[in-house]
């Protein structure tokens, strides 16, 4: 493979998640042995796992009609196929969005059609996913490029159709022809024969958990969606696809205002755009250097219209990279200047999904290592401490033992009172976690959803519709800011539990996990602004008013309801677990007393148990010295940051001048 250099971070990146894996499965085991095991615990692991291993890092293409996105994911991921695999040709091709990755549950490969006649029906695409039913499914063989190809090519195929059964598919409200001039609904229109596809197929980077999603041209984004909704929002990271042929057209421009502001605004780097065809700039009567001074001054201006800094523009040719890598042509592949693109692409998407992952799953196993480790400490500290005092008893008096069993009784009481304390902490806890769950409750969103959608059902005009639009994201905001607020008072007072056990169990040392609302907020204020472009876009506005709301509510509320139901899992899991590490340490602290205090008593009795048990809390002691050891290399495990790919070549500019 000529390509490989420029994503060896996925690899790194694969390698890296694999390494947690098995680090947190250890971590199963290894609570399993300790016997610290509980099952809320288990129920976390669990889902982390699943969520890890199914995780991926979608790169989405996107970009008007024949700029050749295709051909760029063509030459960046599939020329060690030595041929054109994803069909790309002049004019319009891909006809339905396509998704490619690696389905780590059903690893053979496939591809999956969505028939257009799906538009009509309530559930989404994410929905649609789970149910394989009503996709076209057709097995891959990977054997035969050949074969993949022609599979492949059904993702170009068109149908005829009258002009009322488009319309009634929502893909156009009114039907013109060339000359502007509105269809009959009896006449035929050429419709998309899917509305999505899936392909699933072990390519190594696929495999390593990267999604790619690639999109059709011509107004595809305004026509479904979901897909300016969902799909692309959840990207990791987007190639605007440009024609150094074309110049950026008023189309390109319109699709860079209504689908890819947005994405740069919640996606900071993620965003890279592609000069692409600059072998039509090659022209063998002029000199290297009038060319890349050309093909610069056209990565400028493209920079300038689009108000974007010129780092990001980056002059390719797909095309000649692609012919050069099936080719091993080293003069070529260097001339399409596309290990530029990639490097930047995979050196710093990867870092910000690595990121991403640490904050949301490591972050909690991290914390339940670092609790059941200090319940270890605790439970290890106290065995050192029974082995002094039963060392320092020996051959003496009775009194010492005396000494002992009233010093352990007093430790006792001590725990005793922590215990009642955390009792009615507990209870005031569960008081303040109510009120906030109180605010998130999901069936009183279902009743602002509901009236919502009957107002906009019974409503006679478009301004009529929206507003009630606008007035239901209004609510489901202004909900989570006063949750946000509950949050603040809940977390106050688990603040101050903790810090109170602090004080009267010096030997201690638990931090408490605080709930944050931050990421849902976040996320409810981005959908709020893509609810408003929605509701402010020529789409809404053009289309046939049911099928807007109906789309409305398939795509921008059930992205609400998704991070509603979340939010109060989490809120949920997190109420239930607050305080457990205070209460197993408590737990902990009242066994180990109750059994040097039955140990004490015999030890009165008998001289020889003394040495018999100290022989016992040393085997014990180790025991427990192993299991933190074990949990200690876990945690540098999971706190390892995945490593810098150092680049051994040279960083290629992003405009290059050589011609093939
Ligand atoms: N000269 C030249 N032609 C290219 C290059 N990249 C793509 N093409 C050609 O441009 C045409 C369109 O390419 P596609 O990859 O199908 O474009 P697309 O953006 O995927 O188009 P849709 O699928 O219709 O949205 C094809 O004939 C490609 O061979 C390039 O770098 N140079
Ligand atoms: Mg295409």
Not at 54 to 70: C, M, N, Q, W
Not at 96 to 107: A, G, S
Not at 157 to 175: F, H, P
Not at 580 to 605: F, S
Request: include cysteine; charged fraction near 25%; glycine fraction near 4%.
């Amino acid at each position: 493979m000529t390509n490989e250099n420029s994503f060896d971070s996925i690899h790194a990146y694969g390698k890296w998640k694999s390494n947690l894996v098995q680090a947190i499965e250890e971590f199963q085991g290894w609570l399993d042995s300790t016997e610290l095991e509980e099952s809320e615990q288990s129920l976390k692991i669990y889902e982390t796992l699943q969520t890890l291993k199914h995780d991926r890092i979608t790169l989405a293409f996107v970009g008007e009609f024949s700029r050749g996105k295709t051909e760029l994911i063509n030459a960046i991921f599939f020329s060690q196929f030595k041929r054109r695999l994803l069909p790309s040709e002049a004019g319009r091709t891909t006809m339905c969005p396509t998704e490619l990755f690696y389905d780590i549950d059903e690893p053979k490969p496939y591809m999956r059609l969505l028939p257009i006649e799906s538009r009509t029906e309530d559930a989404s695409i994410t929905e649609q996913k789970q149910d394989s039913v009503n996709w076209t499914h057709i097995q891959l063989d990977i054997s035969s490029p050949e074969n993949m190809a022609s599979s492949f090519a059904q993702i170009t195929n068109t149908k005829k159709v009258k002009a009322s059964e488009a319309k009634r598919l929502g893909l156009y409200d009114v039907i013109t022809d060339n000359n502007g001039t509105e269809l009959a609904d009896s006449q035929i229109v050429e419709i998309p024969m899917w509305r999505h596809a899936l392909i699933n197929f072990p390519h190594p980077f696929l495999e390593q958990g990267l999604a790619i999603l690639d999109t059709p041209g011509l107004n595809s984004l305004g026509n479904e969606p979901e897909l300016t909704i969902n799909m692309l929002p959840n990207a990791q990271a987007a190639i605007f696809v440009l024609a150094a042929d074309t110049g950026v057209t008023r189309s390109d421009m319109d699709i860079w205002r209504r689908h890819l502001k947005s994405f740069r605004r919640n996606h900071h780097n993620g965003l890279v755009i592609a000069l692409n065809k600059i072998d039509t700039l090659w022209d063998d009567l002029k000199t290297d250097s009038e060319i890349k001074s050309s093909i610069q001054r056209q990565c400028a201006e493209t920079a300038h219209t689009l108000s974007i800094d010129a780092k990001r523009v980056f002059a390719v040719s797909a095309q000649k990279g692609l012919i050069g890598r099936v080719r091993d042509n080293a003069k070529l592949i260097k001339a399409s200047n596309l290990n530029a693109m990639e490097n930047v692409l995979s050196n710093e998407i990867l870092p910000q999904k690595e990121q991403l992952v640490r904050n949301t799953l490591i972050t909690d196993i991290n914390e339940m290592m670092q609790e059941s480790k200090s319940i270890l400490l605790g439970q290890f500290n106290s065995k050192k401490k029974s082995i002094q005092d039963f060392s320092g008893v020996g051959g003496k008096n009775e009194n010492i033992i005396q000494v002992l069993l009233e010093k352990t009784r007093k430790e006792q009481a001590i725990y005793h009172n922590n215990a009642e304390n955390l009792q009615s902490s507990r209870q005031i806890l569960s008081g303040q976690h109510n009120r906030l769950k109180r605010i998130i409750n999901l069936d009183q969103l279902d009743k602002q959803v509901s009236d919502a959608r009957k107002l906009m059902q019974g409503s006679w005009t478009t301004t009529g519709m929206k507003k009630s639009m606008k007035s239901l994201f209004d609510n489901i905001s202004s909900t989570m800011n006063e949750a946000a607020k509950q949050t603040e008072l809940t977390n106050r007072l688990v603040k101050s539990i903790f810090n109170r056990f602090q004080n009267e169990n010096e030997d201690t040392d638990i931090k408490p996990k605080l709930f944050s609302i931050a990421s849902y907020k976040q996320e409810i204020d981005t959908l709020y602004q893509d609810a408003e472009e929605y509701r402010t876009s020529v789409y809404s506005t053009m289309t046939e008013q049911s099928f807007v709301i109906k789309k409305f509510f398939i795509s921008l509320v059930s992205r609400a309801r998704n991070i509603y139901y979340q939010l109060n899992k989490d809120a949920d899991d997190w109420g239930k677990r607050a305080l457990t590490p205070l209460i197993r340490q408590v737990k902990g602290h009242k066994k180990e007393l109750h059994l040097r205090l039955d140990q004490l008593k015999k030890a009165g009795q008998s001289r020889d148990s003394i040495s018999e048990r100290i022989t016992s809390l040393k085997i014990e002691a180790k025991g427990l010295q192993k299991h933190i050891f074990d949990v200690n290399k876990m945690l540098t495990t999971i706190n390892t940051p995945m490593p810098a790919i150092v680049h051994k070549k040279k960083m290629p500019d992003n405009v290059t001048a050589i011609r093939g």
